[in-house]
């Protein structure tokens, strides 16, 4: 298990607009975040990114990027966002989400960038709300990976 921080809960009103954060929101299960323009419209009902790799797109790109600007849900800091993998968990608050897409295929539809940096594309993590519950800044956040292994791989097959 990893632990981080929840440093922002953003929602947008449209599907064009940037998301701005609303400093909490309520996760609904599934439905996504009450409030927001891609809530109930699919599987992708939550969209979490970390929050050194916004602070990293600043720096590396000289542009004014927040949580919310590359159309991301959360943004979580402390966690290593590169080891979350798909049926992953992670606790958010009270809220559990299940994790059921890494990044997006750069052809996909609504495929939202900042200055022309999309960090949804490569890092973002794209999840399903299993528990709802309402979340804020500075909310505790853990990862736990799926039960990976021989027992999972033989029921597969």
Same mark, same amino acid.
């Given at each position: 298990?990893?632990?981080?921080?929840?440093? $922002?809960?953003?929602?947008?009103?449209?599907?064009?607009? &940037?998301?701005?954060?609303?400093?909490? %929101?309520?996760?609904?299960?599934?439905? %996504?975040?009450?409030?927001? $323009?891609? $809530?109930?419209?699919?599987?992708?009902?939550?969209?979490?990114?970390?929050?050194?790799?916004?602070?990293?797109?600043?720096?590396?790109?000289?542009?004014?990027?927040? &949580?919310?600007?590359?159309?991301?849900?959360?943004?979580?800091?402390?966690?290593?966002?590169?080891?979350?993998?798909?049926?992953?968990?992670?606790?958010?608050? &009270?809220?559990?989400?299940?994790?059921?897409?890494?990044?997006?295929?750069?052809?996909? &539809?609504?495929?939202?960038?900042?200055?022309?940096?999309?960090?949804?594309?490569?890092?973002?993590?794209?999840?399903?709300?299993?528990? %709802? %519950?309402?979340?804020? #800044?500075?909310?505790?956040?853990?990862?736990?990976?799926?039960? #990976?292994?021989?027992?999972?791989?033989?029921?597969?097959?």
């Amino acid at each position: 298990m990893a632990h981080g921080t929840l440093m $922002a809960v953003c929602a947008s009103k449209e599907r064009t607009e &940037p998301k701005v954060d609303i400093g909490s %929101g309520e996760l609904r299960a599934n439905y %996504g975040l009450v409030g927001d $323009a891609h $809530a109930g419209t699919g599987a992708f009902e939550v969209s979490l990114i970390a929050y050194e790799s916004i602070s990293r797109a600043r720096e590396e790109f000289g542009i004014d990027a927040r &949580p919310g600007c590359f159309a991301d849900n959360l943004a979580v800091q402390g966690l290593d966002v590169g080891a979350i993998r798909v049926g992953d968990r992670i606790h958010v608050g &009270p809220a559990i989400l299940e994790v059921v897409q890494i990044g997006k295929p750069p052809d996909a &539809p609504h495929t939202y960038d900042f200055h022309g940096v999309s960090l949804l594309r490569q890092e973002g993590v794209f999840c399903r709300v299993i528990r %709802g %519950g309402l979340i804020r #800044r500075g909310d505790p956040v853990t990862h736990i990976p799926a039960e #990976r292994g021989s027992r999972q791989e033989e029921q597969s097959q």
